[in-house]
């Protein structure tokens, strides 16, 4: 049988900030004696989400922007902050405590216009131009969105609440997730070409019945999947633990609770604290840097600003099955023995396993301390874009390594997935997909995907996973998949071992030519090509004899 795959892949790159003009400046309190820690946002307008699990919004798409932080569903999680106070001492990354901060949740007032926290917190004031100490005090900052409120002892995430009047922002994701499926949207992802023909299929109660049920069963998955600690961020550094701030992520393979991650850089260099003793400005910052040993503003509406970059990659995977015909979407097939270059009724093509390798991790721990741009750049938008994740392995001690990463699990037996909660691979309807067979019978005809995360709004959804900023090697694939033929004739069985069949296995690696980054947004097609057995026949003409020809019995006398 002849073995094609082919592969396609887009890299989008994702904006580093807003413009400035969308943001607010702000003062938490207006107060001539003391200074209030103030902070501002820029957030990128790329083509992805974070804030909340799927994040899809009707009007600005799957985007995380600095409207969606301040008005729109992410509002309600905000960003949180960690403080570490170190008086006269420079902050340091193996003792240092969060003792000013500790996963303080940052949400933006529309009414005032401001973004705001509770209980305010202001700056150490003890050396200033008038100040009798000598002391220059300092306070570091680190910062990540969405905020997961968590048990402050342990750092491990506080279970949702879903109840009636919950004001948690999962309730209000979950709200408008529902919202979204509406009656002409739960009939296309039933497979009608809308809700009338759904209903002239089953009449009006049982579609607005299927509908309801539909919607239940997506209510109570997702509710299940925004409950499990053991995905998304699952553990951040407790309230008592000294050094950098750590959070724990472990992928999760549903686009529909797939959550965004995110850490604070300094937005531009324009941070200046008060004056030393010696008429010296202190704690200069660059862009695209942490905020480190920052002392007390002199100006009393001045802010911190941060500019969230995205430490997750977003991936979305879609494959087919390219019947007869040499290359997708172009030239001509040739027609099989079935007919229609489609495939034939009586066989399935089972997607068993997809192995991505040097691609990405399915857990690891994101140290918001991340490492200083590099000296030389000096632009401030340039050092911003430079700024790169500090990604550790799960436990935090050490590098991230790579790992294979296999979805499914090879066996068609309607308990894909591990059980270990790292992987969560399944489908949402529980078992490996039957790939699309796709009718090739003329040029430019388009190929149909299936979205190998199949999410619930939308064909296209992706997932984020964690990638290393320093791979250099390109991400393979290896698929295996089955081509099953049910035949009566045969003795063989198939997969079911029950129907009697043929079950052709295979297996194929290629390299995507993909090296996945922080901050982009990936689409791999993937294209099995199949090619059905075709018979010619020539029947052999008699062949006519010339050698004695004639035999005489008896003879004649």
């Not at 087919?320 to 290359?327: L, Q, R, W, Y």
């Not at 000296?375 to 790579?402: N, Q």
């Not at 194929?508 to 294209?527: D, E």
Request: proline letters at 5%; aromatic letters at 10%; glycine letters at 8%.
């Amino acid at each position: 049988m002849k073995k094609v795959l082919f592969f396609a892949a887009a890299a989008a790159m994702m904006a580093a900030c807003s413009n400035t003009e969308e943001l607010e400046g702000f003062q938490v309190q207006k107060d001539n004696q003391e200074t209030p820690v103030n902070f501002d946002v820029y957030a990128g307008k790329a083509a992805t989400r974070s804030g909340l699990p799927g994040g899809y919004d009707a009007t600005e798409g799957y985007g995380l922007t600095t409207n969606t932080l301040q008005t729109g569903r992410h509002s309600a999680a905000g960003f949180g902050v960690f403080g570490f106070y170190t008086s006269n001492s420079e902050y340091d990354t193996n003792s240092s405590t969060p003792n000013f901060m500790y996963n303080q949740q940052v949400k933006y007032n529309v009414g005032e216009t401001a973004w705001t926290y509770e209980p305010v917190k202001y700056w150490p004031n003890e050396f200033g131009n008038a100040a009798i100490s000598d002391d220059v005090d300092h306070v570091t900052y680190f910062a990540y969105a969405p905020w997961q409120k968590v048990t402050v002892n342990t750092g491990v995430p506080v279970l949702p609440d879903f109840s009636a009047t919950s004001t948690d922002p999962a309730k209000a994701f979950l709200d408008d997730y529902l919202a979204a499926l509406t009656d002409e949207k739960v009939a296309e992802l039933l497979g009608y070409a809308d809700y009338t023909a759904m209903k002239t299929a089953l009449g009006d109660a049982d579609a607005a019945a299927a509908v309801a049920d539909f919607k239940a069963a997506q209510e109570q998955a997702l509710i299940e999947r925004m409950s499990d600690q053991k995905l998304n961020i699952t553990q951040m550094t407790r309230n008592t633990a000294s050094g950098d701030p750590v959070i724990k992520y472990v992928v999760d393979m549903h686009p529909n609770s797939s959550v965004d991650l995110l850490w604070g850089v300094a937005a531009d260099s324009n941070y200046k604290g008060i004056k030393d003793k010696n008429g010296d400005a202190t704690s200069t910052v660059k862009a695209g840097d942490p905020y480190i040993d920052l002392t007390k503003q002199g100006d009393v509406a001045g802010k911190v600003k941060w500019n969230f970059k995205h430490a997750l990659a977003r991936l979305n995977v879609q494959i087919c099955t390219v019947v007869d015909k040499p290359t997708p979407g172009e030239g001509t097939i040739e027609i099989g023995t079935m007919g229609n270059g489609k495939v034939d009724g009586a066989t399935k093509v089972w997607l068993r396993s997809i192995k991505f390798t040097n691609g990405f991790a399915q857990k690891a721990a994101l140290n918001l301390n991340s490492d200083p741009v590099d000296a030389s750049i000096a632009d401030d938008a340039d050092r911003v874009k430079a700024a790169l994740p500090k990604w550790l392995d799960y436990d935090g001690s050490s590098e991230l390594a790579f790992e294979d990463v296999i979805l499914f699990d090879g066996l068609k037996d309607g308990k894909e997935g591990t059980a270990n909660n790292l992987q969560k691979s399944e489908v949402p309807t529980g078992i490996n997909p039957i790939l699309t067979q796709t009718k090739n019978t003329n040029a430019g005809v388009p190929i149909k995907l299936t979205n190998l995360f199949d999410g619930a709004l939308t064909a296209n959804d992706p997932i984020f996973v964690i990638p290393d900023p320093n791979q250099t090697e390109e991400m393979q694939v290896t698929v295996v998949y089955d081509i099953e033929t049910a035949d009566k004739r045969l003795a063989t069985k198939l997969s079911d071992g029950v129907t009697p069949g043929s079950t052709i296995e295979n297996v194929i690696t290629k390299s995507t030519g993909l090296t996945i980054k922080p901050g982009y947004a990936y689409v791999v097609k993937i294209y099995l090509g199949i090619e059905s057995v075709k018979f010619d026949v020539q029947v052999q003409p008699w062949l006519v004899a010339t050698d004695g020809t004639e035999v005489e019995l008896p003879a004649n006398e």
